[in-house]
């Protein structure tokens, strides 16, 4: 009786721990995504983390700016999107299904940046 509880118990915390590693560390979407850096700030109670909001080009249905909300863990990758607002670039992501207090507060986590353009700059 006792090995089929120790068993039983096993098997539950096991599939218990892969669906928390699916759920919040596993990448289901990795990608890019440009457009120009709206909104970059430091924020939260407990856990300070860096957010951020890009502007992408073209319209909803709604006549309205896509807007793609994301987190930074990254400090130095943090720093140079705060030196660069309002500027367009162009920003490789991760996609998680959870979201952790310490990651952010969305659930794409930027982790690069490919390319900034300085909005200044340009033809009229």
Do not use: C
Request: hydrophobic share 40%; net charge positive; proline share 2%.
């Amino acid at each position: 009786m006792k090995k089929i509880i120790w068993i039983t118990l096993s098997s539950i915390v096991t599939i218990l721990l892969i669906a928390f590693y699916v759920r919040f560390y596993y990448v289901f979407a990795e990608g890019t995504k440009a457009g120009q850096l709206n909104t970059f700030q430091k924020k939260g109670y407990v856990f300070k983390t860096y957010e951020g909001i890009l502007i992408q080009s073209g319209f909803k249905a709604n006549i309205q700016s896509n807007e793609y909300h994301f987190s930074v863990e990254n400090p130095a990758i943090a720093q140079k999107l705060l030196e660069n607002a309002g500027k367009d670039m162009e920003l490789h992501y991760k996609s998680y299904f959870g979201v952790l207090p310490w990651r952010g507060n969305t659930n794409s986590v930027v982790d690069s940046i490919y390319f900034i353009k300085d909005a200044n700059v340009g033809g009229k």
